[in-house]
Structure formats: C-alpha cells, structure tokens
C-alpha cells in the first residue's frame, strides 16, 4: 500500500492512528523492565507486579467493547482523548506507589483503565471504516507495525531512564508520552468514507450486531484464538526479562530481546497485513500459533545465551501482534465495519483475559515452583489449541460480505 494509493486525508488518519498505538503499546510493553527493581524497592513478589499488569490487561478488556461502543457513538477521537490523559495520570500514581495495595491500584486500575480506551479496537476501528476493503489489511498491518515500532523505541528508552532515575521518576516521565497523544486523537476526528456493512445489517444496532456475533461459530472460533495470542504476548512481555535476568543474561541484552521483538514485528505486522489479501487469514493465524509453540519449546531446549536471548526476540517478534490484522479482517469480513470497534472490542476482551492470566499466573508460578517451565509447557499447548481451532473457520470474501450465520 504506497502512499500515492490514498487519499491525504486517510493517510493523515493512519498516521494519527500509528502514533497512538505507538505511544499507548510501546509504554506498555517496556513494564516487564520494571519488574525486578520494583519488586525489590517494596519487598514484594513477582506476583504482586504481575497481579498489578495482570488487573491492567484485564480492565482493558473487559472494558474494551465498551470503548468501541463509545467510538462508534461519540467519534474514537473523543475516547482517545480521555483515555490518554487517564493513562498518563495512572503512571504518574505508578511513580508514588509504596506498597503492593497501591501498586495494584495505579499500574493495574488507573493504567488500565486508560488503555481501555486508546486500545486497538478503537484505533482499528477509525481506521478500518475510512480505508477501503481491499486495502484494510495492509491498513490494519500498518497500525498494528505502529504498536511494534513503539516497543523498539519505547523499550530502550524506558531502560535508559532505568539506568539514570530511580523506577519512581522513570513512571513520571513515561508520562510525557500520554501529552503527545492526547494531541494525536483529534486526527482520528472523520467521516465514513468507505464504510462497509453485510447487506442484512444496514439497520443493525450495535446490540442487534453484538447478539448476532455471539451466535456465530465463526465468532466465537476467532474469539478463542485471540485469547491465546493475549496469554503469550502478556506472559512474555512480563516476565521474558527476569526470565532472561534467572538465566544469567544482563539487563541491556533482555532490554535488547523486548525491543527487538518490536522490531521484528514491524515487519511481522506489515507482511501478515499484506497476505491477507492473497493467503486466508485463518491459515495466516494458524501458522503464527504454531510458530509460536515452537519457538517456545525451543526456548526450553536450546542452552540460554545473549546470542539465542536476541535470536528469540527477534522470531518472537516477526509472530507478535501478526494476529491482529488476519483477526480483525476477518471480523470485518464477516460483519462488515459499521460496529468494527464494538464487535472487535468484544474479540479483544478474549485477547486480554488470556493476557490477565498470562502475566498475573505466569508469576504465580514462579514464585510458587522457582521456575517459568510449566509457564512456558502450558504457552507451547495454547499455541497448538490457536493454530488448530481456526481451521474450521469459514472466510467468506471481501467483495461480498457475508451475513453471520448462527451456529
């Protein structure tokens, strides 16, 4: 998708939308660097801060239809707005935290809460109902490479004021980057230019399409798979680093490992994005799942060294958040754009229980076994689960949407 195949007006949509995920996903995956000195400075668990990212993840989802309804209604600009400044007022409070009560609260509840609102649902769905069908895709790819160019830039950066502030100061100034993009959401501020609906639901309610949705196998399928994808990317981006830090691995390589992960899926994101204009995206997300279970056996099999430590962060990262395109495409093929922030907003709350349990349970484990292997053997069987449930999925085709059929 060249930038003389759209109009200035969608590019300047998809800017804004890139630089919101940027900012609200790359802060968000540099946490797992603030693990081991938090934990230490209040004398807690690896659970409590898991616990903490844990509550977030999981008020993302469970609040992000609700933040798609609201974007459908009130415009995404709107919601982004008051999400990023909740956001940002959540990590200042993370920065005054002193004990794991307060902890939870401010990282878990406050963060949480705004990045219910900035999420991809919202983001997707700005996006998804100004840029043609058989460009979504690539759009969406684009998008999601914004979340993964946040992670490379955001992830260096945080370990760098770890390396000059204490972890309190560093939460401050993480803050800034909340400032930037509660000016970027009024960009997302538009008009339908190429919104798309199956035929049967031009009059639809976002209830009526929500109901709908929840009667149909393919629906549900896609829901499931989604909570694996949250279950891996959250379990990884906790804990990868004191996992990593356990193995003897120095902290600049771990911090290394996370930005490449970023990195690599700028790439990741954009090429699945592309394919799912000529590869099914059921098959497309079959083969990121098992990917995926196989990278995680061999970081069990393979001896640990800073060479397989960036090695693994950089395949992990060509798998990260390729789900998100083939996944959101297909939601869109089935039920057209008109309520895409609503009806992905519900597919995504699946994203972030499986992210809930795999933050607060992959520490739970630690701290209850001394080590992530079971955390890692119960990732590899998730992995076989979402790339096997997606092949009973029917596609129907992006000229003709068609109309979702009741189990």
Same mark, same amino acid.
């Given at each position: 998708?060249? @930038?003389?195949?759209?109009?200035?007006?969608?590019?300047?949509?998809?800017?804004?939308?890139?630089?919101?995920?940027?900012?609200?996903?790359?802060?968000?995956?540099?946490?797992? *660097?603030?693990?081991?000195?938090?934990?230490?400075?209040?004398?807690?668990?690896?659970?409590?801060?898991? *616990? &903490?990212?844990?509550?977030?993840?999981?008020?993302?989802?469970?609040?992000?239809?609700?933040?798609?309804?609201?974007?459908?209604?009130?415009?995404?600009?709107?919601?982004?707005?008051?999400?990023?400044?909740?956001?940002?007022?959540?990590?200042?409070?993370?920065?005054?935290?002193?004990?794991?009560?307060?902890?939870?609260?401010?990282?878990?509840?406050?963060?949480?809460?705004?990045?219910?609102?900035?999420?991809?649902?919202?983001?997707?769905? &700005?996006?998804?109902?100004?840029?043609? &069908?058989?460009r979504?895709?690539?759009?969406?790819g684009?998008?999601?490479?914004?979340?993964?160019?946040?992670?490379?830039?955001?992830?260096?950066?945080?370990?760098?004021? *770890?390396?000059?502030?204490?972890?309190?100061?560093?939460?401050?100034?993480?803050?800034?980057?909340?400032?930037?993009?509660?000016?970027?959401?009024?960009?997302?501020?538009?008009?339908?230019?190429?919104?798309? @609906?199956?035929?049967?639901?031009?009059d639809?309610?976002?209830?009526?399409?929500?109901?709908?949705?929840?009667?149909?196998?393919?629906?549900?399928?896609?829901?499931a798979?989604?909570?694996?994808?949250?279950?891996?990317?959250?379990?990884?981006s906790?804990?990868?680093? &004191?996992?990593?830090?356990?193995?003897?691995?120095?902290?600049?390589?771990?911090?290394?490992?996370?930005?490449?992960?970023?990195?690599?899926?700028?790439?990741?994101?954009?090429?699945?994005?592309?394919?799912?204009?000529?590869?099914? @995206? @059921?098959?497309?997300?079959?083969?990121?799942y098992?990917?995926?279970?196989?990278?995680?056996?061999?970081?069990?099999?393979?001896?640990m060294?800073?060479?397989?430590?960036?090695?693994?962060?950089?395949?992990?990262?060509?798998?990260?958040?390729?789900?998100?395109?083939?996944?959101s495409?297909?939601?869109?093929?089935?039920?057209?754009?008109?309520?895409?922030?609503?009806l992905?907003?519900?597919v995504?709350?699946?994203?972030?229980?499986?992210?809930?349990?795999?933050?607060?349970?992959?520490?739970w *484990?630690?701290?209850?076994?001394?080590?992530?292997?079971?955390?890692?053997?119960?990732?590899?069987?998730?992995?076989?689960f979402?790339?096997?449930?997606?092949?009973?999925?029917?596609?129907?085709?992006?000229?003709?949407?068609?109309?979702?059929?009741?189990?």
């Open positions: 998708m060249s @930038k003389r195949s759209l109009p200035p007006g969608v590019l300047f949509v998809l800017i804004c939308g890139a630089t919101v995920i940027t900012l609200g996903m790359g802060i968000r995956q540099s946490f797992g *660097l603030f693990l081991r000195p938090v934990t230490a400075d209040l004398e807690v668990g690896r659970q409590v801060f898991g *616990l &903490a990212l844990a509550v977030q993840t999981l008020l993302t989802g469970l609040l992000g239809p609700v933040a798609g309804i609201l974007a459908d209604r009130l415009g995404p600009h709107r919601v982004i707005a008051v999400g990023s400044l909740v956001y940002g007022a959540g990590l200042l409070l993370t920065g005054l935290a002193q004990g794991p009560t307060s902890l939870v609260l401010t990282l878990g509840g406050v963060v949480g809460i705004g990045m219910s609102l900035l999420t991809l649902p919202v983001v997707i769905g &700005a996006v998804g109902r100004v840029v043609p &069908a058989e979504r895709g690539a759009a969406f684009l998008i999601t490479a914004g979340g993964s160019f946040g992670q490379f830039a955001m992830v260096p950066g945080a370990q760098s004021l *770890l390396s000059n502030f204490d972890w309190q100061v560093a939460f401050m100034l993480l803050a800034i980057g909340m400032a930037v993009s509660f000016a970027t959401a009024f960009g997302l501020a538009h008009r339908d230019n190429a919104p798309s @609906k199956p035929a049967a639901d031009e639809s309610s976002a209830t009526a399409a929500l109901a709908r949705a929840t009667r149909d196998r393919n629906y549900l399928l896609i829901t798979s989604f909570f694996v994808c949250g279950f891996h990317v959250s379990f990884v906790t804990h990868l680093p &004191a996992f990593l830090a356990d193995r003897g691995i120095s902290a600049s390589v771990a911090a290394a490992s996370l930005a490449l992960i970023g990195l690599f899926n700028i790439a990741g994101s954009y090429l699945f994005g592309a394919w799912c204009g000529r590869v099914a @995206k @059921k098959r497309l997300l079959s083969i990121i098992g990917g995926r279970a196989a990278l995680f056996a061999l970081i069990l099999l393979v001896p060294s800073p060479a397989f430590a960036l090695a693994f962060g950089a395949a992990m990262g060509f798998l990260w958040l390729g789900t998100v395109p083939p996944t495409g297909l939601v869109a093929q089935l039920f057209g754009t008109r309520y895409l922030s609503t992905f907003g519900l995504f709350m699946s994203h972030q229980i499986g992210g809930f349990l795999g933050a607060w349970f992959g520490g *484990l630690f701290d209850t076994t001394g080590t992530y292997q079971i955390a890692w053997l119960i990732s590899i069987g998730l992995g076989i979402g790339a096997l449930v997606m092949w009973p999925v029917r596609e129907p085709t992006e000229a003709a949407p068609a109309s979702p059929r009741a189990a």
